[in-house]
């Protein structure tokens, strides 16, 4: 008995000590893609981010945003010519995770309660 108690707490402050890798700052810079659902068709963008900007490609067309980093891990992602309503609201980034070529994060209109989740995939560094 003595001993499963242990292993209990042993458990325990094992997956209370565990954080995610979060090297952040490594993402900053280079080109990604992000594979979504729209409609119940997966959709890719493509996009180059060089610390304040943002140039995203998405079916044969480009969109320029500014980034504003928060810290390493949060940033504010704004259209510079948005072409609508819907396109002038921020979007709220938080990196939640790192691996060595990925990052998931979550996201929502600055000021929103709703938040998604995604991954990127580096598709090269440092632009």
Not at 66 to 75: F, G, H, K, L, V
Not at 96 to 101: C, E, G, R
């Amino acid at each position: 008995m003595r001993n499963l108690i242990s292993i209990l707490l042993l458990s325990l402050f094992l997956s209370a000590c565990y954080q995610p890798q979060r090297d952040c700052a490594d993402f900053k810079n280079g080109e990604f893609t992000f594979t979504s659902e729209i409609n119940g068709q997966e959709k890719t963008t493509t996009f180059v981010r060089n610390d304040e900007i943002e140039i995203d490609y998405f079916e044969q067309k480009s969109d320029t945003s500014s980034i504003r980093w928060i810290n390493d891990c949060e940033y504010i992602v704004k259209k510079i010519n948005p072409k609508n309503a819907a396109e002038e609201k921020s979007i709220h980034i938080k990196i939640l995770s790192t691996t060595d070529n990925s990052y998931t994060f979550e996201y929502n209109i600055v000021g929103g309660t709703q938040k998604s989740k995604g991954t990127a995939v580096r598709v090269s560094s440092e632009q």
